[in-house]
């Protein structure tokens, strides 16, 4: 299920998918088409343009797995919501399941040495958008998940999980 | 996902093309299995036709390139652009699967 509609100068695209990783790219399809809303105006930068969407799209596929592999893990996969708003300069992508909890204070930084071979998720998500907060779900509301990403990351405050979380440079 | 393993003489060429995430990446392991078997001397990832690659996708990479470096075999990765080389410089495997052909 797909509805489109504008809220306070946004364009705003809901969707409702299965749980399910055949319908991933569904999903990622539609915040990458999505992410064109935020960019019109910025015509002539297309190498930042690109990485917009590539880091937003990105992000959003590995919560996406999160929720598929760990939420809905052992249990029948119920569905996922994505509200993506596409605002001029910024783009904001919350997804709601209904899945297990996560408790983001154990997310750790991998270590690149060891040139680990899973566990690398969280640190993708993290890295590519500006903001991320997620509200556990509770007595019947769903998990929340929000994606904050600007245009030229003027809005970069820091990561807004619980946990600290060193991102690794260099 | 659609992908083809090539071997010429020392070289094994893997292509993989499309999306390499958690719901392909299943089909790739017989293939990692294979190489591991067939001990290839030099393995060649080229992703010339990568659209996308997630967190399940590079760990398939990395597997392949442990694999080939426990019989000290060489390993390579060519051809990622856009997306799939945005994850693998932010995960700071460009530096050693991108330039690592003997």
């Known amino acids: ?170 | 996902m659609v992908f083809d393993l090539d071997r010429k003489n020392d070289l094994s060429v893997l292509r993989i093309e499309g999306e390499l995430d958690a719901l392909s990446v299943v089909d790739l392991r017989p293939v990692i299995a294979k190489i591991g078997e067939d001990k290839p001397p030099k393995v060649l990832i080229d992703l010339s036709h990568l659209r996308l690659i997630d967190s399940s996708g590079v760990g398939a990479i990395v597997s392949m390139y442990k694999t080939v470096k426990a019989y000290q075999g060489d390993f390579a990765v060519v051809g990622a652009h856009d997306q799939p080389l945005a994850i693998f410089q932010l995960l700071r495997l460009d530096r050693v699967l991108l330039r690592d052909m003997a």
């Open chain 1, 1 to 170: 299920m797909i509805e489109y509609t504008r809220a306070n100068g946004c364009n705003v695209v809901s969707l409702e998918v299965p749980g399910r990783l055949e319908y991933r790219d569904i999903v990622l399809r539609t915040v990458s088409a999505s992410c064109k809303l935020v960019l019109p105006k910025s015509r002539g930068r297309r190498s930042r343009n690109s990485e917009f969407t590539i880091h937003i799209v990105s992000a959003v596929g590995e919560a996406y797995n999160n929720i598929v592999i760990h939420g809905y893990a052992g249990r029948q996969p119920e569905s996922i919501r994505l509200r993506i708003e596409s605002c001029q300069e910024w783009m904001r992508v919350i997804v709601m399941d209904t899945g297990t909890s996560f408790d983001p204070t154990q997310a750790r930084p991998p270590d690149m040495d060891a040139l680990p071979e899973s566990g690398l998720g969280i640190y993708i998500m993290r890295s590519f958008v500006d903001e991320v907060s997620y509200v556990p779900g509770s007595h019947g509301s769903p998990n929340i998940l929000t994606l904050f990403k600007s245009l030229d990351g003027s809005h970069k405050r820091g990561i807004s999980l619980n946990a600290p979380f060193e991102r690794k440079t260099g």
